[in-house]
């Protein structure tokens, strides 16, 4: 009858130790805007990158030209490319960064829109102008421009961030 207290010894330390390596969220990190310099990155740099990007691939985890985009690897990319700036890889994650939120009437070119629902972000796009935005939408398309007022869009629209200055 032995057994009893070492197995129970055995979970209790099993359970300390899974408690210790428990994955917990981490904080998002505060955003710091890239500087503004004159004759720098800035927003139609980002502008015109994504617009040349319309017609690669859609895949699901792409982060490259070569490999394809899905709507937080084209984001992270033409941001990175264009401009320097790092974002993080989930369209929550882009969200959270603390940008400065812009409401949907000032919207400006090169600023990073949101859609979701109920709080949760799962798609980004970068907004054109003339209420259009490129984003890489699903599985077996490709990047492309559409309006922000197409239904879908309209409905899921959250919100929008300005990274570029």
Do not use: K
Request: aromatic fraction near 8%.
């Amino acid at each position: 009858m032995r057994l009893l207290p070492c197995r129970t010894a055995v979970v209790a330390i099993a359970a300390l130790l899974s408690a210790c390596v428990a994955q917990h969220p981490r904080p998002a990190a505060p955003f710091v805007p890239p500087p503004h310099r004159v004759g720098g990155p800035n927003a139609n740099d980002v502008l015109f990158r994504a617009i040349g990007l319309v017609g690669t691939p859609y895949r699901y985890g792409g982060n490259t030209p070569e490999s394809g985009f899905d709507c937080s690897g084209l984001v992270g990319y033409v941001f990175h490319d264009a401009a320097g700036v790092a974002l993080p890889r989930t369209a929550q994650e882009i969200a959270d960064i603390g940008a400065p939120h812009v409401r949907r009437s000032e919207l400006d070119s090169g600023d990073v829109v949101l859609f979701g629902r109920r709080g949760h972000i799962d798609h980004v796009g970068i907004y054109v102008g003339r209420g259009r935005f490129v984003h890489a939408p699903n599985s077996g398309g490709t990047v492309r421009l559409d309006h922000l007022d197409a239904p879908y869009w309209n409905e899921h629209f959250s919100g929008a961030l300005r990274i570029m200055r």
